[in-house]
């Protein structure tokens, strides 16, 4: 079992360690939505508020050629009006207003938290084939075995389940935190990897719906409607207009009993047959619900109604248990911190690796350790340095900034894609400095990210006035990143006459198993 | 004003509780309580009283959010108390030294265990 958990753990740790950061970080993606566009931090949207009066001749002006369009409400967390529809020149368009006044607010030129760290997180960005999707998820089937092999390795979990010695040789220490992280987060860390392949479950099992829908032309799309609910009907091609969208929204309250919608999409708006589709918001349950009710758009008469199966209902329980979509700001904490003791449980496992075989690879004439330790610096600090740098960048770059053909987005992903692979490179020039160099980079850059953010806001100290509390937290997580960079960054240095000490070849037999 | 009063309770409950159950252990009771200053309480009662703290702990987290998110917030709450506790114990074990005190006795029965010391532990 031992060999089982090496393996896995130092092969794919690199990927588990940046899903489980971005993971943590998207836990605040909203959050970082509004810190990374400034224009977007709005007071809450008021409360009679109409969308007769606020969106309607908007749409019917931008999106007036399109098939249809979607409105994301205002919330807490999300305090803009987002249009989604297909533009004149017939490509997707996604625009942001402000809900009180109605004023289109100025493209912010970021893929923020919800557009970069989200998706970096389920699919590493990587498109072609679903292969970060399936990247992915055969890390976190590896997970789930490191969480079990873990703990049946682990010979002692009640006498040491209290056990941490911060101050014996790194090795000993290492390991101390990693069997803590990994006993005392073991439930949250093992339900967020499992939930997190059930929600994917129509990509890792994608064949599955021929097995009950063999016989209907396709299989995937009649399986998709019954799980997660669809409605439309043809066009009449005769001209129609709107009833009020307020009263189906009314309408969809009552029939949820207070269940509030948080998305409205209007199917072929100017139609005789259009249909308007509202969602409702999962803020008050820990599932995530596929409540949907779909009215005749000309006369508000509902059409259809769905809500999910009861196998699907406990899938939207588990994918809600991972979503954290609904309001509760202690849990939500909770799960930061707990994503993070997830980070320290892998890069824990790393340094144990490290540091149990250093001296006998050392004498063998193994490069293992090199390559391992560049890789682990890397993934380590190299990602959250260019996470960090990925915030300044943000805060940098003008809005209309463009650069050899590229867009503003892409260039501060690519300030973030060239910081990491550099990160790598500089592992593995400088082993003995990467640790302590790179710590310093993460607490200089997430101080410097600080700064552009209150000489480029300007409104800075009134944030705390009135109330926005993204922005706010966002810059004290950042601070309290750089002292904790800081700190390790020292003990690193410090560390340094202990690690030569322990290539003498008075090595503990105890500690080099696996 | 109850709500974060519940939380600060039941965050502060299961702390408490995972003191408890670290103080039953030798290894940990030693690093805490000087031996010289009083008997170390029966364990048993000690992972008793642990347990009435972390049960206090899920009553208040059900209390303040129901059935639901309750027992979520609870075990979330445990997840981040007793890595706290352990770090108390590593670097401020004296924060815990009035608590051992309190608990401590003076029944000679229980003398036995402290001359025998380190090597018992569990």
New interface residues.
């Given amino acids: 079992m031992g060999w089982l958990h090496t393996w896995a753990g130092v092969v794919l740790g690199s990927v588990m360690f940046a899903m489980f950061w971005m993971g943590s970080l998207s836990v605040f993606d909203r959050e970082i939505d509004r810190w990374m566009m400034p224009a977007t931090r709005l007071a809450a949207a008021p409360a009679d508020f109409s969308l007769d009066r606020s969106v309607l001749p908007i749409a019917q002006e931008l999106a007036a050629a399109s098939p249809q369009w979607g409105i994301s409400l205002p919330t807490e967390r999300t305090p803009v009006l987002r249009l989604n529809y297909v533009g004149a020149d017939k490509q997707r368009a996604r625009r942001d207003f402000d809900p009180t006044t109605g004023a289109l607010i100025a493209d912010q030129g970021t893929l923020g938290g919800t557009g970069f760290i989200y998706p970096f997180h389920y699919m590493l960005h990587i498109k072609w084939r679903q292969l970060g999707y399936w990247i992915v998820g055969v890390a976190a089937m590896a997970m789930l075995v490191l969480l079990v092999s873990g703990v049946i390795i682990h010979k002692k979990i009640f006498?040491d389940?209290?056990?941490?010695?911060?101050k014996k040789q790194l090795q000993r220490a290492s390991l101390d935190l990693h069997n803590?992280?990994g006993v005392?987060?073991l439930?949250?860390h093992f339900v967020m990897v499992l939930s997190g392949l059930i929600i994917f479950m129509g990509i890792y099992f994608p064949t599955a719906p021929l097995a009950t829908y063999a016989d209907t032309p396709d299989a995937k799309k009649a399986f998709s409607g019954d799980a997660y609910g669809r409605y439309n009907r043809d066009k009449a091609n005769q001209p129609g207009s709107l009833a009020s969208l307020d009263g189906m929204v009314a309408s969809a309250e009552q029939q949820w009993q207070g269940g509030r919608p948080f998305f409205v999409r209007v199917i072929n708006p100017a139609d005789a047959n259009s249909v308007v589709e509202v969602r409702r918001s999962s803020a008050s349950?820990?599932m995530v619900n596929l409540d949907q009710i779909y009215f005749d758009g000309t006369t508000g008469a509902v059409l259809s109604r769905f809500e999910a199966a009861p196998v699907m209902t406990v899938q939207r329980f588990i994918s809600g248990?991972h979503l954290v979509q609904?309001k509760?700001w202690?849990?939500r904490w909770?799960?930061f911190?707990?994503g993070l003791?997830g980070c320290v449980m892998i890069a824990t496992g790393f340094i144990f690796w490290l540091e149990a075989r250093r001296a006998s690879h050392a004498k063998k004439g193994l490069k293992g350790v090199r390559i391992v330790e560049a890789l682990t610096v890397g993934s380590v600090t190299g990602i959250i340095a260019s996470t960090a740098m990925f915030f300044v960048a943000n805060r940098l770059l003008p809005l209309d900034a463009q650069w050899l053909g590229y867009e503003r987005p892409q260039l501060e992903t690519g300030a973030f894609y060239l910081l990491w692979l550099a990160s790598f490179a500089h592992a593995a020039l400088r082993p003995r400095r990467a640790w302590r160099e790179q710590t310093a980079a993460i607490a200089v850059l997430a101080v410097l990210a600080v700064l552009l953010d209150a000489l480029t806001t300007h409104d800075h100290l009134s944030t705390v006035m009135r109330g926005q509390w993204a922005a706010v937290g966002m810059d004290g997580v950042l601070l309290l990143a750089a002292v904790i960079a800081a700190f390790a960054g020292r003990h690193m240095a410090q560390r340094k006459p202990v690690l030569r000490a322990v290539r003498s070849p008075s090595r503990n037999p105890e500690l080099e198993h696996g | 004003m109850a709500d974060p009063l519940l939380?600060i309770v039941a965050a502060g409950a299961a702390y408490l509780g995972?003191a408890l159950?670290?103080l039953s252990?030798s290894?940990?009771w030693q690093q805490v309580a000087p031996s010289h200053v009083a008997q170390p309480p029966q364990k048993k009662a000690l992972r008793l009283l642990g347990s009435l703290a972390l049960a206090l702990s899920l009553s208040c987290a059900c209390l303040r959010?129901g059935p639901?998110?309750g027992p979520?917030?609870w075990?979330?709450?445990l997840?981040?108390a007793?890595?706290l506790?352990?770090?108390t114990?590593?670097?401020r074990p004296h924060w815990l030294r009035r608590l051992a005190q309190r608990l401590a006795t003076s029944d000679p029965r229980h003398s036995e265990s402290i001359k025998r010391g380190p090597m018992q532990?569990?």
């Fill in positions: 006498t389940f209290f056990l941490f010695r911060p803590l992280t005392l987060g439930p949250f349950d820990i248990l609904f509760h202690a849990l909770i799960y911190v707990l003791s | 939380l995972f159950f670290a252990q290894r940990h959010d639901a998110f979520v917030l075990l979330l709450l997840s981040v007793a890595p506790l352990v770090f114990l590593s670097w532990r569990g």
